[in-house]
């Protein structure tokens, strides 16, 4: 192998390792310079946000985004439909049938949970239900995106591109499950939960093609648990006031400190979602083939 060829295919394009690599590097770079650039507005943005956290989401979400922006102009000279970010991605039907796809498969296994007595009611500090709403609605929001671009956004094209769809499925719903190992009673069976989460948006993205529905299946999907249930997600607790949701029965089926998607019940719930998928996506080829 030549010198050249080490870098460039025989497409004459750089190779799929270098290009991830340069990804990483410039998404570093740029949340590093939206940070400098933001600098005190950090503080002032958390305090309107009601969150010490989202301005460094907010950041890392510009950051992954300018990355992508870079990346498609000035080193794959592809438009926005490569990442699935382009605008008939952005259609509205797309999105909601995103956000309904990530909603139904937790919410309806915690009703039932619910309604058996395995997840309670307790009551929590009185507060605004609505405004604790509109800041863990607006977090949620934007941590959706961050963790959407990074983990199904370039990363992935790339790695279609290179190895096809099912080991880019693989390799980055593992890397999204890794990416949660840090969390607050984090263990080997919420990691593997969150893989299968990783699985299951991946999934959307490649039916409906588009990263916007995995975002807004993403988003809803911790919507559902930390805004309607107030229950914690990946072991993150959010402003819960009036009542919060909390487990009462077998850890190993409710997820326990971890939240619902750390049990049977989310599991089952993701598993039946994939079926329907998969079902969508095994008819729309067999009448494109017909």
Do not use: E, K
């Given at each position: 192998m030549t010198p050249r060829a080490l870098f460039i295919g025989a497409d004459g394009r750089l190779r799929t390792p270098w290009r991830i690599l340069i990804f990483l590097i410039v998404a570093t770079v740029c949340i590093q310079i939206i940070a400098i650039a933001?600098?005190?507005?950090?503080?002032?943005?958390?305090?309107?946000?009601?969150?010490?956290?989202?301005?460094?989401?907010?950041?890392?979400?510009?950051?992954?985004?300018?990355?992508?922006?870079?990346?498609?102009?000035?080193?794959?000279?592809?438009?926005?439909?490569?990442?699935?970010l382009d605008a008939h991605a952005a259609r509205p039907v797309v999105l909601a049938r995103g956000w309904v796809l990530g909603a139904l498969p937790i919410l309806l296994p915690s009703l039932l949970l619910l309604s058996i007595g395995w997840f309670v009611e307790r009551t929590s500090a009185q507060g605004s239900w609505w405004l604790a709403a509109l800041h863990v609605s607006l977090l949620l929001f934007v941590a959706a995106l961050t963790e959407e671009l990074l983990s199904r956004g370039y990363l992935f094209a790339a790695l279609r591109e290179w190895l096809g769809w099912r080991w880019a499925l693989a390799l980055t719903s593992l890397g999204f499950g890794l990416l949660h190992l840090a969390n607050p009673g984090s263990d080997a069976r919420s990691v593997a939960l969150v893989t299968l989460a990783g699985i299951f948006l991946g999934a959307v993205l490649v039916v409906t093609g588009s990263l916007y529905a995995a975002w807004m299946a993403h988003w809803a999907w911790n919507w559902i648990m930390a805004v309607a249930l107030h229950a914690s997600v990946s072991g993150v607790a959010f402003e819960a006031p009036d009542y919060r949701m909390v487990d009462a029965g077998p850890d190993w089926i409710t997820g326990g400190v971890w939240g619902p998607e750390g049990g049977a019940g989310a599991a089952a719930g993701m598993f039946v979602g994939l079926a329907y998928l998969y079902w969508r996506k095994k008819t729309r080829d067999e009448r494109l083939q017909g």
């Open positions: 933001l600098g005190p507005a950090r503080h002032a943005i958390d305090r309107m946000a009601g969150s010490n956290t989202f301005a460094a989401t907010f950041v890392t979400a510009a950051g992954l985004l300018a990355a992508h922006a870079i990346m498609l102009r000035w080193i794959d000279r592809r438009d926005w439909a490569y990442v699935s």
